[in-house]
């Protein structure tokens, strides 16, 4: 069975970067294509940047130039480097590891960026 779990999020003020990371168990981690999402006010989860499993990237409008996805040094992990946070940026970040028709979710994070 997949296990996906996520660590990392918190408070953090305007400007200010934080880390997600996002450990997959459970399966082959080559095969799954790595993402995170984040809920949004109107309860859709919307993409904000996605790993396939030859490595290449894609992220949401809104991050493009802020955020990075990138395989962590810990085995079998996807970390997102989130910088120059604003506000809007706040809610809860999903890491979903996508493979054999699958979709596996972790718990979410929550992100504050505030004052």
């Known amino acids: 069975q997949v296990q996906v779990v996520q660590s990392g999020g918190g408070l953090v003020q305007p400007g200010g970067s934080l880390t997600l990371s996002c450990v997959v168990s459970g399966s082959a981690f080559d095969s799954f294509q790595m993402g995170w999402y984040r809920q949004t006010p109107e309860n859709q989860r919307e993409l904000v940047a996605l790993?396939?499993?030859?490595?290449?990237?894609r992220y949401g409008d809104s991050v493009k130039g802020r955020f990075a996805i990138s395989r962590d040094s810990v085995p079998n992990a996807v970390i997102l480097q989130m910088n120059n946070l604003k506000p809007q940026d706040t809610g809860v970040y999903y890491c979903?590891?996508?493979?054999?028709?699958?979709?596996?979710w972790g718990e979410g994070s929550l992100v504050t960026v505030s004052s």
């Open positions: 790993m396939s499993q030859n490595g290449v990237t």
């Open positions: 979903k590891a996508a493979g054999a028709g699958t979709d596996n």
